[in-house]
């Protein structure tokens, strides 16, 4: 429900920046951008006396957005991110065993908004930028990752329920809009969003008898490397 209501507050501002950076005739941009999605949050624990450990694998990363002036070097921006990112589950009693590690398709979905603070004009066909504001982000169980944590079980314990997790955030980043022709630019970007680890809905610690639990907490470092097209309007 917060991810809806955020995403119809992003289309609002989106409609309305547009409208008016339009009146004024300023520059505003929408993009597009695929690239590679790293998640690090390495944790180790114990279930029922069991020794795990938890990560993430590396995935992909698209984004689409747009940006819209405020005055000459600074914009809002806002854009809606999805990902993958696998967890991988280690129990460390059976490390012997080739089927020692279960993986889980976990799918995220991001939407941000930026302060964008960049050069007033591009220098040599190159307009640097720096990249600050908040995120709501959602990590949720694929169908298959959800069949996983029932069979064979998550942490050790078959029947566990997966739920979607949403995580307030913050991300900081930097890139470079490389001009092509007036209205098209490449854009290079590299962000650091960070939020608290994801538990998908499970308690840190038993509730009854061999009932799932994850217990873990810290910060998600989520590194995202992209690049893709702009397309400018305007001046």
């Known amino acids: 429900m917060r991810i809806r209501r955020l995403f119809q507050g992003f289309v609002i501002v989106v409609l309305l920046g547009a409208g008016a950076a339009a009146l004024r005739a300023q520059d505003y941009r929408v993009f597009v951008e695929g ?3 790293t998640l690090y949050d390495k944790r180790y624990y114990n279930v029922y006396g069991a020794a795990f450990g938890s990560t993430y694998r590396t995935g992909n990363n698209f984004t689409a957005g747009g940006e819209y002036p405020i005055f000459k070097t600074l914009s809002a921006e806002g854009s809606y991110s999805v990902f993958r990112n696998n967890l991988a589950v280690t129990n460390f009693i059976n490390s012997t065993t080739p089927n020692d590690e ?20 591009p220098i040599k066909g190159v307009r640097p930028y720096l990249v600050v504001g908040l995120d709501l982000n959602r990590l949720s169980p694929t169908s298959g990752g959800s069949a996983r944590a029932q069979n ?9 329920v997966l739920k979607s997790d949403d995580k307030l955030g913050y991300n900081f980043g930097f890139g470079f809009d490389l001009s092509l022709t007036h209205m098209l630019a490449v854009r290079l970007d590299a962000r650091d969003h960070r939020f608290a680890s994801p538990t998908y809905g499970l308690p840190s610690s038993a509730s009854s008898a061999f009932t799932a639990y994850f217990p ?3 910060t998600v470092n989520n590194l995202v490397y992209s690049a893709g097209i702009v397309i400018h309007f305007g001046k």
């Open 216 to 218: 873990i907490k810290g």
């Open 152 to 160: 064979p079980g998550f942490n050790g314990v078959p029947g566990t």
């Open 35 to 37: 690239g590679v999605s």
């Open 102 to 121: 279960v993986g889980y398709g976990i799918r995220g979905q991001r939407i941000s908004i930026d302060a964008n603070a960049h050069s007033a004009k």
